[in-house]
């Protein structure tokens, strides 16, 4: 099945964040306006890239510390195990932060639980999403893509793949980074 593959190293590195096509999709058939006719932002490849790093750094805990520690129930867990903040319910408190045992909850990377990207599913079948096609280096890919341990490739959902940063080990210090 093809999915997006989005490389966080490459996607981390780019220098033209604030000013990229992708972070700011504006497809004709992603809602341009709200029910009261003002004008939103389509911030689907952004919540992409929140969503992969959040995939990447969780350990999935059994017992959920950062769910249960909140007190406006912004948080849940999907039924892979993986976190989602409930749109207009979390107040940046960072309750989860602290209740997380390994350190890895920063609520500016929790994705939404709705983003408003549909990945493009109204376009034709031999078109690629519209934020591959415009992200300036290369960072999103439409491709047919396996989850791999060895590649660092994992899938998020039907339509979304990460390719994660690895790990590096520094000979000098004799570490992991």
């Not at 390994?102 to 519209?130: E, H, N, V």
């Not at 934020?131 to 339509?159: F, G, M, R, W």
Request: charged share 25%; aromatic share 8%; with cysteine.
């Amino acid at each position: 099945m093809k999915r997006i593959l989005l490389d966080i190293e490459i996607c981390y590195k780019c220098k033209n964040q604030d000013k990229c096509c992708s972070a700011k999709c504006s497809y004709f058939y992603h809602n341009t306006e709200n029910l009261l006719k003002t004008p939103i932002t389509n911030n689907g490849p952004e919540k992409m890239l929140s969503k992969a790093a959040q995939y990447v750094v969780c350990r999935r805990c059994e017992e959920k510390f950062c769910v249960n520690a909140c007190p406006q129930e912004a948080l849940g867990k999907d039924d892979a195990g993986i976190l989602q903040r409930f749109m207009m319910k979390c107040t940046s408190c960072k309750s989860c932060s602290v209740a997380c045992p390994f350190g890895t909850i920063y609520p500016d990377i929790l994705p939404y639980k709705s983003s408003g990207c549909d990945y493009c599913a109204g376009r034709s079948d031999d078109k690629d999403p519209l934020c591959v096609e415009t992200c300036p280096n290369k960072a999103l890919k439409y491709v047919e893509v396996e989850e791999s341990a060895e590649k660092n490739i994992y899938i998020i959902n039907d339509h979304l793949a990460v390719h994660g940063i690895p790990w590096k080990k520094d000979a000098k210090a004799g570490v992991v980074k």
